[in-house]
T-cell receptor, first 109, second 113 residues
């Protein structure tokens, strides 16, 4: 079946940029998503990108999609302590979402 | 009020017990989903339903059953709970439209002793 992979941890200093990476195997993806999970909470949709786009920017968030390499990234500019959370990428495939393992972002002062 | 609610939020039970987790939504969505989350494994789909008469198995349906009582309600049952079903369970809904964004409940933490 289709697979989505992410590194498990990322640690950054407050004020720096964070880049969370994701790779997927589905060659027929239509949408790719980024969700954020804060401690003790459910998943909150951050942003998504349509597969015919290369980039999408939304305030501090920039999503880059390299469809040839099946690589998705989420860049968070000026990372704050409130950005500490688990970030999931997900691939929309035949009416279902396939989630990555999640990347735990830790922001230190 | 939250759009997607789950009850209970926490549950501790013993091996062999029957457990029901409930999900309700006020978003008017037709599609509902149950996932489980385990550390390092992300979210895995257990069951999903695209309308009241439609139930589909997901990636890890063994040991689970579901009931779609109404458009707004989707419950997950563990007929005979076992310790490796200890996990965080999420319900989600979507409208089925373009992009089909899913909206998640706050989760139920289930511990099976």
């Amino acid at each position: 079946g289709e697979d989505v992979e992410q590194s498990l941890f990322l640690s950054v200093r407050e004020g720096d940029s964070s880049v969370i990476n994701c790779t997927y195997t589905d060659s027929s993806s239509t949408y790719l998503y980024w969700y954020k999970q804060e401690p003790g909470a459910g998943l909150q949709l951050l942003t998504y990108i349509f597969s015919n786009m290369d980039m999408k920017q939304d305030q501090r968030l920039t999503v880059l999609l390299n469809k040839k390499d099946k690589h998705l990234s989420l860049r968070i500019a000026d990372t704050q302590t409130g950005d500490s959370a688990i970030y999931f990428c997900a691939d929309y495939n035949t009416d279902k979402l396939i989630f990555g393992t999640g990347t735990r972002l830790q922001v230190f002062p | 009020d939250a759009d997607v609610t789950q009850t209970p939020r926490n549950r501790i039970t013993k091996t062999g017990k029957r457990i029901m987790l409930e999900c309700s939504q006020t978003k008017g969505h037709d599609r509902m989903y149950w996932y489980r989350q385990d550390p390092g494994l992300g979210l895995r789909l257990i069951y999903y339903s695209f309308d009241v008469k439609d139930i589909n198995k997901g990636e890890i349906s063994d040991g689970y059953s579901v009931s779609r009582q109404a458009q707004a309600k989707f419950s997950l049952s563990l007929e005979s709970a076992i310790p490796n079903q200890t996990a965080l369970y999420f319900c989600a809904t979507s409208s089925g439209g373009r992009g089909d964004t899913q909206y998640f409940g706050p989760g139920t933490r289930l511990t099976v002793l």
